[in-house]
């Protein structure tokens, strides 16, 4: 995963107050950036005093590894974007960046800053602060749904490393062709808890577990009469792609395509052949 640097100004001087704590933050970036765990690990007081506000939790030193290992970005998806520029007065530095995650009716994000403190080359105080912001469509008020994803026991990063977890465990295992799957089975292969994927899905997607399966058996079904010059018949194609229940995959497929089954075969008939060079 590639992660931009961070956009500090051209023209950016650090005081002499403040070197020291360019140079720790550059480390820290860089270390985010390599996902490197020692190297982060190592820039850290012992003494640190960590404070997760939007889970409203106190991180101590013996308990950081792990924090850290469990927000450390996964797979090639971007997680994470820095919003402003580096900010540095004296002994303290606040970072800005965004979490993007797939909503249902489109992007969520999660809004964090960092606000951290140096002393003698090491960070010995973390404030870190999140938001959860929703796009024009979805009607919660941050506010609330910020207050439910602390709910999930995750930081604004791990809530984006399970939104990736997630879709990296459904590409690669495509467990949805399952027609008996349910969430106990893929907490147990994602390792998160069924209260987190349920709170994530209702309340980050807006989803319920099962309409966030059937639409990645339909993409399968549409994907497959794509792909397929002479494809099966639907109710065969419908099965396959993991739906137990046919009355449901005729009603998700006219709310996402606007049309039968039927019609929309003959449609695809109608433009393949027009398609091909």
């Given at each position: 995963?590639?992660?931009?640097?961070?956009?500090?100004?051209?023209?950016?001087?650090?005081?002499?107050?403040?070197?020291?704590?360019?140079?720790?933050?550059?480390?820290?970036h860089q270390a985010w950036k390599q996902r490197d765990l020692d190297a982060l690990m190592a820039l850290y007081d012992p003494s640190i005093d960590y404070h997760d506000l939007l889970q409203n939790r106190r991180i101590s030193h013996a308990q950081l590894r792990d924090y850290l290992a469990a927000s450390m970005p996964?797979?090639?998806?971007?997680?994470?974007?820095?919003?402003?520029?580096?900010?540095?007065d004296g002994d303290t530095?606040?970072?800005?960046?965004?979490?993007?995650?797939?909503?249902s009716d489109g992007l969520v994000s999660l809004n964090a800053i960092e606000a951290l403190s140096v002393?003698?080359?090491?960070?010995?105080?973390?404030?870190?602060?999140?938001?959860?912001?929703?796009?024009a469509t979805q009607k919660p008020a941050a506010?609330?749904?910020?207050?439910?994803?602390?709910?999930?026991?995750?930081?604004?990063?791990?809530?984006?490393?399970?939104?990736?977890?997630?879709q990296q465990y459904f590409q690669q295992s495509k467990a949805y062709l399952n027609p008996a799957l349910d969430l106990p089975q893929v907490a147990a292969a994602t390792g998160y808890t069924r209260n987190q994927i349920s709170f994530f899905l209702n309340q980050v997607r807006g989803q319920s577990f099962y309409s966030f399966l059937n639409q990645l058996r339909l993409a399968e079904v549409l994907e497959r009469i794509q792909a397929d010059a002479a494809p099966a018949r639907i109710d065969e194609l419908a099965q396959a792609a993991g739906f137990n229940s046919l009355s449901t995959f005729y009603r998700c497929f006219k709310q996402h395509t606007g049309l039968s089954p039927k019609l929309y075969l003959q449609q695809a008939h109608r433009s393949g052949p027009a398609a091909t060079p």
């Open positions: 995963m590639k992660v931009p640097d961070l956009p500090t100004s051209p023209t950016f001087h650090a005081d002499p107050a403040g070197t020291t704590t360019h140079a720790v933050i550059l480390a820290y996964v797979g090639a998806e971007e997680l994470q974007t820095y919003t402003e520029r580096l900010l540095i530095a606040v970072l800005q960046y965004q979490v993007t995650l797939k909503g002393r003698n080359g090491l960070i010995f105080k973390v404030n870190e602060y999140a938001v959860l912001v929703s796009n506010r609330e749904r910020a207050d439910t994803v602390s709910r999930l026991g995750l930081s604004a990063r791990q809530v984006g490393a399970l939104a990736n977890d997630l």
